[in-house]
């Protein structure tokens, strides 16, 4: 138990039992999607339709924001040639739909709907609409694993996104917490301030969204703060994620979907 | 019930449990989720020591730690230590109720997530003990469903 847990020795027997236990969490997810099915059927039609137009609305919107987020992307690049900076890696998407999750409350794991057909690889970050949620640890032909942020054995380097102060944020094995380490007990974060992915290590892209500080501690005698954070990803809930590729990857560049 | 229906009622019962167990829920209920699997062992070794004991535990733990991809081994421990109660008390299972048999699930079931807490809490996982008696509550809620369907498959297999 031990050996496997901290070391991946065991990987080859577990990606193995991984092609033959699939359709163990594909039957799992039967009620789910049932659930949804039922959900949209039972629907009224007047319903769909308002919602159809909320969303075209806000669709009209976001397009609109877009524009004036692609004039300030223009101008920043103008900006960061001018001070022979190094240019921004562009980002491309792609869809997809979790198809089981982990049943243990102290390991997060998640399995997504591509793999290696659809260019996924480890170390791949993976975020819903609010904000990042983990990374990619094993790719199948046609699945993947994903690890949580939440995941104790997660860390993410982070940056405060008032004043650029950077930290790791360690998963704890809770789906709504985080919590910021070694920050001595002078740093300068509040309850409430933004964190965004630093980009250190290159693992993750800089500048999506972490989450907020929940609640900063102060322990007595100790030299550090804890600071508690609340992911900015619905972690839990959502079911259709994007998976991230940065234009270093080069498999996917001006393919997203 | 011939051997074979029996034995496949058997395989079934297990397979449901353990896609049962796989159901997504949220993390507000996790703590909640019953322990189907460990229910459904437990269920077989209280009914039918003689031919479903630690050997049959350990082997459906095997298959646990595969499907649910924990550290392998972890569920084959907890699977045999607690399949192990019932088997060891079987002389004296045959004595209980309905009654006794809810409350002895409860307390092997507590016993379990105790368990299962200290193991990742030596590996440094951050572990919740409040959480325990949660899913043992629930397990114990669905265990007369299973206490039935249990009594059935064996008064028909006699």
């Given at each position: 138990?031990?050996?496997?847990?901290?070391?991946?020795?065991?990987?080859?027997?577990?990606?193995?039992?991984?092609?033959?236990?699939?359709?163990?969490?594909?039957?799992?997810?039967?009620?789910?999607?049932?659930?949804?099915?039922?959900?949209?059927?039972?629907?009224?039609?007047?319903?769909?339709?308002?919602?159809?137009?909320?969303?075209?609305?806000?669709?009209?919107?976001?397009?609109?924001?877009?524009?004036?987020?692609?004039?300030?992307?223009?101008?920043?690049?103008?900006?960061?040639?001018?001070?022979?900076?190094?240019?921004?890696?562009?980002?491309?998407?792609?869809?997809?739909?979790?198809?089981?999750?982990?049943?243990?409350?102290?390991?997060?794991?998640?399995?997504?709907?591509?793999?290696?057909?659809?260019?996924?690889?480890?170390?791949?970050?993976?975020?819903?609409?609010?904000?990042?949620?983990?990374?990619?640890?094993?790719?199948?032909?046609?699945?993947?694993?994903?690890?949580?942020?939440?995941?104790?054995?997660?860390?993410?380097?982070?940056?405060?996104?008032?004043?650029?102060?950077?930290?790791?944020?360690?998963?704890?094995?809770?789906?709504?917490?985080?919590?910021?380490?070694?920050?001595?007990?002078?740093?300068?974060?509040?309850?409430?301030?933004?964190?965004?992915?630093?980009?250190?290590?290159?693992?993750?892209?800089?500048?999506?969204?972490?989450?907020?500080?929940?609640?900063?501690?102060?322990?007595?005698?100790?030299?550090?703060?804890?600071?508690?954070?609340?992911?900015?990803?619905?972690?839990?809930?959502?079911?259709?994620?994007?998976?991230?590729?940065?234009?270093?990857?080069?498999?996917?560049?001006?393919?997203?979907? | 019930?011939?051997?074979?229906?029996?034995?496949?009622?058997?395989?079934?019962?297990?397979?449901?449990?353990?896609?049962?167990?796989?159901?997504?829920?949220?993390?507000?209920?996790?703590?909640?989720?019953?322990?189907?699997?460990l229910?459904?062992?437990?269920?077989?070794?209280?009914?039918?020591?003689?031919?479903?004991?630690?050997?049959?535990a350990?082997?459906?733990g095997?298959?646990a730690?595969?499907?649910?991809?924990?550290?392998?081994?972890l569920h084959v421990f907890l699977f045999v230590f607690i399949g192990?109660?019932?088997?060891?008390?079987?002389?004296?299972?045959?004595?209980?109720?309905?009654?006794?048999?809810?409350?002895?699930?409860?307390?092997?079931?507590?016993?379990s997530e105790?368990l299962r807490?200290?193991m990742?809490?030596?590996?440094?996982?951050?572990?919740?003990?409040?959480?325990?008696?949660?899913?043992?509550?629930?397990?114990?809620?669905?265990?007369?469903?299973?206490?039935?369907?249990?009594?059935?498959?064996?008064?028909?297999?006699?």
């Amino acid at each position: 138990m031990t050996i496997h847990y901290y070391t991946n020795w065991f990987s080859s027997i577990e990606k193995f039992a991984d092609r033959s236990i699939r359709p163990f969490y594909w039957v799992a997810n039967i009620p789910s999607r049932v659930g949804q099915w039922a959900d949209l059927s039972s629907t009224d039609r007047s319903v769909i339709e308002k919602e159809n137009l909320r969303l075209k609305q806000e669709s009209l919107i976001y397009r609109g924001q877009l524009q004036r987020m692609a004039e300030l992307a223009a101008e920043n690049l103008r900006l960061r040639l001018l001070l022979n900076a190094t240019e921004w890696l562009t980002d491309s998407i792609l869809v997809t739909e979790v198809i089981g999750v982990s049943p243990s409350s102290k390991s997060h794991t998640l399995s997504i709907d591509r793999g290696l057909k659809d260019g996924v690889y480890v170390g791949q970050p993976i975020l819903d609409a609010e904000g990042l949620m983990g990374q990619i640890i094993s790719v199948f032909e046609n699945h993947s694993v994903a690890l949580l942020i939440t995941d104790n054995t997660h860390a993410i380097p982070v940056q405060v996104l008032r004043n650029g102060m950077r930290s790791i944020a360690e998963g704890t094995s809770d789906y709504n917490n985080l919590q910021l380490r070694f920050l001595s007990t002078t740093a300068d974060i509040r309850v409430g301030d933004e964190l965004v992915s630093s980009g250190l290590g290159g693992r993750f892209p800089p500048g999506y969204p972490v989450g907020s500080v929940l609640s900063i501690g102060k322990i007595p005698g100790q030299n550090f703060i804890e600071v508690n954070v609340r992911p900015a990803a619905e972690i839990d809930r959502s079911k259709h994620l994007l998976l991230v590729f940065t234009s270093q990857d080069g498999s996917r560049n001006g393919n997203s979907q | 019930m011939t051997s074979m229906r029996y034995a496949l009622t058997v395989i079934f019962s297990l397979m449901l449990a353990l896609v049962l167990q796989l159901i997504p829920v949220s993390a507000d209920w996790l703590p909640w989720k019953p322990n189907f699997l460990l229910l459904m062992v437990i269920g077989w070794v209280i009914f039918k020591p003689s031919q479903w004991g630690i050997g049959f535990a350990a082997s459906v733990g095997l298959l646990a730690d595969l499907v649910f991809r924990s550290p392998l081994g972890l569920h084959v421990f907890l699977f045999v230590f607690i399949g192990a109660a019932p088997y060891l008390l079987s002389g004296w299972l045959i004595y209980f109720n309905f009654i006794h048999r809810c409350f002895f699930v409860f307390i092997l079931i507590i016993f379990s997530e105790l368990l299962r807490n200290f193991m990742y809490s030596v590996w440094g996982v951050p572990v919740d003990y409040r959480d325990v008696p949660l899913g043992a509550i629930s397990s114990a809620v669905i265990w007369p469903l299973m206490d039935k369907f249990l009594v059935n498959v064996h008064n028909n297999r006699r």
